[in-house]
C-alpha cells in the first residue's frame, strides 16, 4: 500500500491544530512543512520496506529521527514548550496511525 504525503501531511496538519489552538497563527506554517516531511519519510519508510531494503529496527529509528528534527523546528516558536509541541506530533501522527502502519506491514507509529 502507498502512501499519499500530501493527504497524509494534510491530516497531521489538521490534527494539529486542535492541539496548538492558542499558537496557531505562529505556528502553522512551520506546522504545515515539519508534517509534510515527516509524511515523506514515512512514505519513503513504506516504499523501502516494501522493497525489503529497510528493517523495522531501522525504520523506527528514521522515523525518531524525524520526529525529532521536527520537534527541534517547533520548539523554536516562542511560547511553544515541550509539553504542547509533544502533544501536537502525538495528535498528528494518532491521525495517520492506521494508514501508516497498515502501509509498512507492522507497528510504526
Excluded at 528493517?55 to 528534527?69: D, F, P, V, W
Amino acid at each position: 500500500m502507498a502512501i499519499k504525503v500530501s493527504s497524509l501531511a494534510k491530516e497531521m496538519f489538521e490534527a494539529s491544530r486542535t492541539v496548538l489552538e492558542d499558537s496557531w497563527p505562529e505556528i502553522k506554517d512551520y506546522a504545515k512543512a515539519e508534517f509534510k516531511k515527516i509524511a515523506e519519510s514515512m512514505a519513503m519508510i513504506a516504499r523501502l520496506r516494501a522493497a525489503g531494503k529497510l528493517t523495522q529496527k531501522k525504520a523506527r529509528l528514521h522515523l525518531e529521527i524525524q520526529k525529532n528534527a521536527s520537534r527541534m523546528v517547533l520548539l523554536t516558536v516562542e511560547g511553544l514548550g515541550i509539553i504542547a509541541v509533544e502533544r501536537a506530533i502525538n495528535a498528528a501522527l494518532g491521525a495517520v496511525r492506521d494508514t501508516v502502519n497498515t502501509a509498512v506491514g507492522f507497528r510504526l507509529v
